[in-house]
């Protein structure tokens, strides 16, 4: 297969986006979607190695660990699927930190009728050792049917789409994507994910929430009965109780993760600071899940309240932050945050991992199955 000259000039960076992106040291297939193919003669401060275009280290640390990047750039499809697939996979290891934090973020709410829970919750691990103790071990993973459907949704359309919607918002005839265009796909796509899985995530936030009823009783048999009982009680709007605060939280995070992760692997590879391999995406991903953290904290807190809130409790997401803030000041802001973070950071990590490596697992498997 013809290929072109190393040092040839590989065009419009914004069409790879940030997945799979083939190695500087890579000669690049012809039949790439090139902006443009006119190969030109390299100045010689553009060779690798040169202060101004520095080549990754040739030194153990650069081993390719995992599977290679791929020469041909994956699918939207292949990456709607292995966003959903990552995601179930993220939840399956990260599940009892991210219930843990609901907990912690509702302990001490107001509730109509006033009462006040017996149990208390102090810490992430003093969390989940209660919720064992008390409930039992079955409760750490109380609503993970209703996540895993949440996942299949929601990071599908939020992280498989991303690239795609990056696209479109870069200028044609850009070489790279600017961070105007990063932050527009990350809101749109998270705007849109919540507006089609947000009755997935008020089902799963009642489940976990259930435990810390001053009754104990179980709200919901089963996550089928969550659906029906919330949609015969308090209407197809209270499927998506909570729309709005969501969508804001996940535009934040969508920015804080997504962007953040896009930024953080492009400065390691072009720094030659890494491989494009799983130790470059764990580090981007750890950075990506303290970030999101950070900004998304508040946002979460108010979403999770309002959400698992009783019909008539708060008029909207506005009157239950000022009575957040009444009752806790905005200490209670970053309420579980200490879970959010554990949560959130490895979530990222085990995502972000499974995502780059079922993308490309996927690019080999296709041409073996043709």
């Known amino acids: ?176 994507t600017g961070l105007a265009a990063r932050l527009l796909a990350g809101c749109t796509t998270g705007a849109v994910a919540v507006a089609c899985a947000q009755p997935t995530d008020v089902v799963k936030v009642r489940f976990q929430a259930n435990g810390a009823q001053l009754d104990g009783a179980r709200r919901y048999s089963g996550t089928v009965d969550a659906y029906r009982t919330i949609a015969r009680e308090e209407g197809v709007r209270g499927l998506w109780r909570g729309t709005l605060p969501n969508i804001a939280r996940n535009a934040i995070i969508n920015c804080g993760e997504l962007v953040t992760y896009d930024l953080l692997k492009d400065v390691l590879l072009r720094t030659g600071l890494m491989a494009d391999n799983v130790p470059c995406h764990f580090v981007a991903a750890f950075g990506a899940g303290f970030c999101a953290t950070v900004v998304a904290s508040p946002v979460d807190v108010v979403k999770t309240r309002y959400m698992n809130a009783s019909p008539g409790q708060y008029q909207n997401a506005l009157s239950c932050l000022l009575a957040l803030l009444k009752q806790d000041g905005l200490a209670g802001l970053y309420k579980g945050f200490i879970p959010s973070f554990l949560r959130l950071g490895s979530w990222n990590v085990v995502m972000f991992v499974s995502y780059e490596q079922l993308q490309r697992a996927a690019v080999l498997v296709r041409p073996a199955l043709a």
């Open 1 to 176: 297969m013809p290929q072109l000259p190393r040092g040839c000039k590989q065009g419009n960076r914004a069409r790879y986006g940030f997945w799979g992106r083939p190695k500087p040291a890579e000669t690049t297939p012809a039949h790439h979607h090139l902006h443009h193919q006119t190969c030109v003669k390299p100045h010689p401060s553009q060779h690798p190695g040169s202060p101004t275009n520095p080549s990754p280290p040739s030194s153990p640390s650069a081993t390719m660990v995992g599977l290679k990047p791929p020469e041909v750039p994956p699918t939207t499809a292949v990456k709607f699927v292995s966003a959903g697939m990552a995601g179930c996979i993220a939840d399956l290891c990260t599940f009892p930190l991210d219930t843990a934090k609901v907990r912690l973020q509702i302990q001490g709410e107001v509730r109509i009728p006033q009462a006040t829970s017996s149990v208390e919750y102090r810490g992430v691990l003093g969390t989940l050792s209660t919720m064992v103790r008390t409930e039992g071990p079955r409760s750490l993973y109380r609503g993970l049917a209703a996540g895993l459907q949440r996942q299949m949704s929601f990071a599908s359309i939020r992280i498989g789409l991303y690239d795609s919607v990056k696209q479109l918002y870069t200028p044609k005839g850009a070489e790279n």
